[in-house]
């Protein structure tokens, strides 16, 4: 497993909001508690508010979703694709600027938060995996108000899905999703979805395939 690949993983088991021993995390991600005590560090220093020490366990203190700000979601999308790319360019003043500027947006996060990001998006996944996503939020997002139904070619395997939330976990964006092929929620990254297209007609919400549904899904689990 690449390493980013399992980062996102971690981040998907401290959602819950339980204390999480290193020594379990290490056999669920079949990998050294060293190497966990190392990404817990990357996490923290990608802006995942994740608490905790070595010995005792790590749990995340607040929710790792895009927030509103006074911003909309294409207007924060915008924002981050423009400092990525800034971020990665040659020029060394643009890029600083453009983490300083990253630095700024932090300071406007929640206030739940305990400790401050060390600038949103640079540190966890690369740039280049990140762009292939954001080709298709457009369709996830229109898809989601219309409660249209997808087709996705995702992960090397064609599905149809009922996509339900767009979340944002620095870098990669996710898609909660009602998978219609395997009768289960699941959490897409929209860099791994080849393609991507909006079905006719409208699907209407039925017990046990809703975000609420998802929501208490989540907290028993």
């Keep these: 497993m690449m390493r ?71 207007e924060l999308e915008a924002l981050h694709v423009g400092l990525q790319v800034v971020g990665e360019a040659a020029d060394d003043d643009l890029s600083q600027a453009a983490r300083t500027l990253s630095a700024k947006i932090d300071a406007v996060l929640p206030e739940e938060r305990t400790s401050a990001p060390a600038s949103w998006g640079f540190a966890i996944y690369p740039f280049a995996d990140a762009a292939r996503g954001f080709q298709h939020l457009p369709q996830l997002r229109q898809a989601i108000r219309a409660r249209q139904k997808l087709k996705l070619h995702y992960d090397g395997t064609d599905i149809v899905v009922r996509p339900l939330q767009l979340d944002y976990w620095g870098r990669v964006w996710t898609c909660v999703v009602w998978n219609e092929t395997s009768h289960e929620f699941n959490e897409l990254r929209a860099d791994l979805i080849a393609e991507c297209s909006i079905l006719p007609g409208l699907f209407v919400e039925e017990q046990g395939k809703t975000l609420a549904d998802y929501a208490e899904r989540k907290i028993t689990l």
């Design 4 to 74: 980013k690949d399992r980062l996102y993983r971690l981040i998907t088991h401290l959602r819950d909001g339980k204390l999480h021993r290193a020594a379990d995390l290490a056999r669920a991600m079949d990998v050294s508690e060293r190497t966990i005590y190392r990404d817990m560090e990357t996490l923290a220093a990608s802006g995942v508010p994740v608490q905790g020490e070595r010995g005792v366990g790590y749990w995340v203190t607040a929710a790792i979703t895009l927030p509103p700000l006074n911003l909309s979601l294409t």
